[in-house]
């Protein structure tokens, strides 16, 4: 392994806190404003893509700047485990741009340049999270995260939206505080804080009591983040924001920052064996079981469709804390690679889905007003590219073969299967059940119901104001003889493509991961990652 010293790590993570300021002074002009948003967030995929081929071949790339606080080097890396989650934050943010445009016009939203910046600083200190050399690092920008999408969270300015907004600040400060307590414990234990494939030497000498304690503050903290039971419920509410923002939360940045440190956790500080020998990896294990059942069950009993989204977030984030987890506690073996293959490939995987998802709902929201699933009924004829695409995620979702979810999840079974964890084999096996019982109702109410079965919607005016709203004849009668959500032609008529467009990518990177896993480079990163904290882990 060489490590290469560059300024792209470090470039990687300003361009878009740099777009902050000229979108901040093209206030007055939106078209400019949206063009610098489009530009930082292609500027920041290509400079993080451009490392890829490098770290796949075993290299890093580090930015070094001296010292940050005493004993602790602010460095900026790039490694496979870091590029996973980079890549996927800067690639996402490209689609989310344009969506953002189309949704944030479509409903007129307040406070745009607000929201546009705060985006760019989020994705900025996401992949700050990414690239952090250390604990200390990361902290750093685990906590700018959150200071940034606060104003994203409580975006609406409703008291609902401060309610949520206060919520989000109470638990991720909170997690932060255990991050740093848990960074301070590690300092002390170790003298450092500095990532190490297979783990910290020295903290396999230290008391195993304070090890352990170590441990649970750290995981603690970014599993607050990551929506770990009871951790949770402040992810539900954070659902008052608005769509975009929404899967911003739940597939790119926020709750990735959570499970992405739980990750970093057992593979870079305490290593596989470690983990092991300590047997602190099962009893994460066990919480991210029961989580992925019981916010599953949750679900089902939701109608607005963003909380059920939201609930199955919870369940999906930990089906990676659980693949990490099982992987590090096997300390090696096919086993271990086959659970953290699967544990960190459902970190691509679930946010493609998800964000497909949710771009989903945006774009019901905007062309129908429509939040229920129970008044969704027909919606299907109305908006059949945007609910085809539901369909073909909420399978993912469920582990149906040639969509994302297959292989992750795939992955994990075979990993708790070698493993002889029965109990978390059954665990997945009942999530995959659940989630066809709360993803299928969905479905079926699209396309399989017909609207006179429900009360009438409203039809509203059409995306970046439209004379006329959708639908609706200019001669004076009906809009639609057959109830409100009309039949439209599968051409993009439906919504704006700045809508559509990101939906049908977000839906086809599903697919892609689905059937072409092994051609699909998130794969191959996840791949250089184990093999390089199995291998470490092992040879330590």
């Known amino acids: 392994m060489t490590e290469i010293t560059s300024i792209r790590p470090l470039a990687a993570v300003l361009v878009s806190a740099v777009a902050v300021v000229p979108i901040l002074a093209s206030r007055d002009r939106p078209n400019v404003r949206e063009a610098w948003t489009v ?16 770290v796949l071949a075993g290299d890093v790339y580090a930015t070094k700047l ?55 600083a989020s994705v900025s200190s996401a992949v700050g999270v990414a690239f952090a050399s250390n ?17 994203l969270v409580a975006h609406d300015g409703t008291d609902e939206a401060r309610a949520a907004g ?57 599993g607050v983040k990551a929506a770990l039971m009871p951790l949770h419920s402040w992810l539900p509410d954070a659902m008052v924001a608005p769509t975009p923002v929404s899967g911003l939360l739940h597939a790119v940045a926020v709750v990735k920052s959570g499970v992405f440190g739980v990750a970093r956790v057992l593979l870079d500080v305490f290593g596989i064996d470690l983990v092991a020998a ?37 369940s999906q984030l930990s089906y990676i804390v659980l693949g990490v987890a099982v992987g590090a506690s096997a300390a090696g073996g096919d086993a271990a690679r086959w659970a953290l293959i699967g544990g960190l490939l459902h970190i691509p995987a679930h946010a493609f889905m998800k964000l497909t998802l949710f771009f989903c709902a945006g774009a019901i929201h905007v062309e129908t007003h429509t939040d229920d699933i129970s ?11 945007t609910m085809g695409a539901f369909a073909v995620a909420a399978a993912g979702m469920a582990g149906i073969p ?58 509203v005016s059409g995306v970046f104001g439209g004379r006329f709203a959708r639908g609706a004849r200019t001669d004076g009668g009906h809009a639609d003889d057959h109830g409100p959500f009309e039949r439209r032609a599968a051409n993009g008529a439906e919504s704006t493509w700045f809508m559509l467009g990101p939906i049908l990518f977000a839906a086809a990177g599903s697919v892609a991961l689905g059937v072409v896993p092994d051609a699909a480079v998130f794969l191959q990163i996840v791949r250089e990652a184990v093999s390089t904290a199995t291998a470490m882990g092992v040879a330590g």
């Open 66 to 120: 001296g010292q940050f606080v005493p004993y602790v080097e602010f460095t900026l890396r790039a490694d496979a485990l870091g590029l996973l989650f980079a890549f996927l934050a800067s690639t996402l943010w490209v689609v989310t741009s344009f969506y953002s445009i189309g949704y944030m016009r479509g409903l007129d939203e307040g406070h745009q340049t607000r929201y546009f910046a705060a985006f760019a």
């Open 135 to 151: 604990l200390v690092v990361l902290y750093v920008f685990y906590e700018l995260l959150t200071v940034a999408t606060y104003p």
């Open 278 to 314: 300590l047997d602190v990896g099962t009893l994460l294990a066990v919480v991210a079981a029961f989580t992925l059942v019981t916010a599953s069950v949750i679900a089902l009993r939701q109608d607005n469709l963003k909380r059920r989204l939201a609930f199955s977030t919870v």
């Open 39 to 54: 530009l930082a967030a292609l500027a920041k995929f290509g400079l993080v893509a451009s490392m890829v081929p490098a």
């Open 166 to 222: 206060r919520k989000y600040l109470a638990y991720t400060f909170g997690g932060g505080v255990a991050v740093l307590a848990g960074t301070l414990l590690v300092v002390y234990l170790t003298g450092t804080t500095t990532f190490t494939a297979g783990g910290i030497a020295a903290l396999a000498n230290a008391d195993p009591t304070l090890a352990r304690a170590a441990f649970a503050l750290l995981v603690t903290g970014f």
């Open 402 to 459: 040639m969509v994302a979810g297959f292989v992750s999840k795939y992955y994990l079974l075979i990993g708790t299967v070698a493993t002889g964890d029965v109990v978390f084999t059954t665990a997945l096996l009942l999530s995959g059940v659940l989630n066809i019982a709360y993803f299928w109702p969905v479905v079926y109410t699209a396309f399989f119901e017909t609207a006179e079965d429900s009360d009438e919607k409203p039809l």
């Open 375 to 385: 008044d969704m009924a027909g919606i299907g004829r109305r908006m059949p590219l």
